[in-house]
């Protein structure tokens, strides 16, 4: 069912998960659709998250932004104070580090293999940390083992601020230890875009790769999702079957690597469960020094990739 209404201020606005950052030339959302945009999320009692560009909406914008409570997610290039989710894409975070903010940081595999050990600052820095591997589905098998190199040594560096008596939060290693369930994108599910024209997507990245697949637009008044059960969990059979609860579960990747919006790639599964391993061990290394309040158990497994289980699915 969906909550979350995801608004799009520009066409060249930040993305803060997989897909790519929009080129091209700025195409603005109007202060009419805005306005319609908030209207119908509140009769629908939904919640805003507003995604802004890289550079400053006009001044009657941000007066109708003000009229709503929502999540603004800002590039860090403009981000300032009222910035609920701070976007930063590649390195250079040192304005992050000084706002405070949750932020997402958008790398490459290869980014994240050679220069993770100057993500602590910013770890220490900000209360919560998404880390959004962009090309997670271009890992090589060569990869998965460096990965596995940098979740261990990341895990050690964490350890020690717990163990010092310090609190972090990133998405690679904390998520899974406060998650009791799946906690996933929801595109298409328990979240729908609004692109700056006024027309609904799944998400940002369905707008960006197939602007003519439009579900619905304001309008019209009305979404129609095709096949809408495949965007949730019961209609995905090995996600179901997952308890990898930190995956974003991202259906975009999922459509760009198997055709098949419900279906996960190889690679995604294969990095989550890393990281799940990653978090497994962390937890057992925290509760053997300590009490904490985490509520998983996290068992230990032979896999890392559901699908080579399926022969023990009910």
């Given at each position: ?174 998520d899974r230890l406060m998650l009791e369930q799946m906690n996933n994108c929801g595109a298409g599910d328990t979240s729908i875009t609004l692109s700056p024209d006024g ?111 399926r022969d023990l699915w009910k």
């Amino acid at each position: 069912m969906i909550g979350y209404l995801i608004i799009l201020l520009d066409h060249t606005s930040a993305s803060f998960c997989h897909y790519g950052n929009a080129a091209g030339e700025r195409k603005l959302m109007s202060v009419d659709t805005l306005r319609t945009a908030i209207r119908y999320a509140m009769v629908h009692n939904w919640a805003v998250q507003i995604v802004y560009p890289r550079y400053e909406v006009p001044d009657e914008l941000k007066a109708m932004i003000e009229t709503v409570d929502s999540c603004r997610i800002m590039p860090v290039e403009i981000a300032d104070g009222s910035a609920d989710v701070v976007v930063v894409d590649g390195w250079d975070f040192n304005k992050a580090v000084m706002l405070g903010k949750p932020t997402t940081l958008r790398i490459t595999k290869s980014e994240l293999f050679e220069r993770y050990a100057e993500l602590m600052p910013l770890l220490t820095a900000v209360p919560k940390l998404n880390v959004v591997i962009t090309d997670v589905h271009k890992f090589s098998k060569a990869d998965f083992e460096t990965y596995k190199t940098v979740m261990k040594d990341l895990r050690e560096k964490v350890a020690g601020v717990f163990l010092s008596g310090g609190r972090l939060s990133v998405n690679l290693l904390t998520d899974r230890l406060m998650l009791e369930q799946m906690n996933n994108c929801g595109a298409g599910d328990t979240s729908i875009t609004l692109s700056p024209d006024g027309k609904f997507y799944i998400c940002p990245a369905f707008y960006y790769d197939a602007p003519d697949d439009s579900v619905g637009s304001l309008c019209d008044d009305d979404i129609a999702i095709d096949n809408a059960y495949l965007y949730t969990l019961k209609g995905a059979p090995i996600c179901r079957h997952c308890d990898a609860w930190h995956c974003k579960r991202c259906v975009w990747m999922n459509r760009l690597t198997t055709r098949e919006v419900n279906t996960p790639s190889h690679e995604q599964c294969v990095v989550a469960h890393i990281e799940r391993d990653a978090s497994r061990l962390l937890l057992d290394e925290l509760n053997e020094m300590g009490k904490y309040e985490f509520n998983s158990d996290i068992p230990e497994i032979d896999y890392f990739d559901p699908f080579e289980t399926r022969d023990l699915w009910k």
